[in-house]
């Protein structure tokens, strides 16, 4: 089957502990070999999970719901206004922040490589990486998105965008539903990493 057309898998299709396990088994060859220390890995893990990924981003689209001010600076300069909050890097330098309306879906592709807004999202996902998603994403959004759980309305636009080493692309989703009593930091929790590449939409408080 083509790169084309063939189906990636999801995170959701892989169980926690296949996962783990993988993670674990190189974790144990590396230190084993001596090509890092288990210190090391430690440390990385940490800051992963704590300073950079899409946790980052999170914060930065729970901001732009609660204070518009801000929003109208991240939609019109989306590096400057994600270094408020302290989200630089290199590869954060040029980003674009694409709002999702009721009428417009945004989704955003690599098709050379995986150029991603590492600053807002972090490392990105392998299915990311993929030639299908690569290819798919393009030709066939909708497609795609369903295998993530998610299926805009019929009469919903949606706008692929390809980003460059140049010029990256996050989503800003729109706020979910029944929402209004929640702190920021309670917003955050319920912007997922798939729905800053737009592929899903934020979960609701029920969900989170």
Not at 52 to 77: N, S
Not at 89 to 117: F, R
């Amino acid at each position: 089957m083509s790169d084309s057309t063939e189906h990636f898998a999801p995170p959701s299709a892989r169980s926690p502990e296949e996962l783990a396990a993988r993670v674990k088994a190189m974790e144990s060859i590396l230190v084993e070999k001596g090509i890092i220390s288990a210190d090391a890995i430690d440390y990385m893990s940490s800051v992963y999970e704590n300073e950079v990924g899409p946790q980052v981003g999170a914060k930065v689209v729970a901001r732009a719901w609660t204070d518009p001010e801000f929003k109208a600076r991240l939609l019109q300069d989306a590096s400057s206004a994600c270094r408020e909050m302290g989200a630089t890097g290199l590869e954060g330098d040029e980003m674009i922040a694409l709002e999702n309306t009721d009428q417009v879906h945004n989704l955003v592709v690599c098709t050379l490589c995986s150029c991603y807004p590492w600053p807002v999202l972090g490392l990105p996902p392998n299915w990311y990486k993929s030639p299908s998603y690569r290819a798919r994403a393009v030709r066939e959004p909708r497609g795609v998105m369903a295998e993530f759980g998610y299926t805009p309305a019929p009469e919903v636009e949606v706008r692929v965008w390809d980003s460059s080493s140049e010029l990256r692309y996050f989503v800003l989703p729109g706020r979910p539903n029944d929402t209004d009593g929640l702190t920021e930091g309670e917003l955050a929790e319920l912007v997922t990493r798939d729905s800053l590449i737009g592929v899903s939409v934020p979960r609701t408080p029920s969900e989170a």
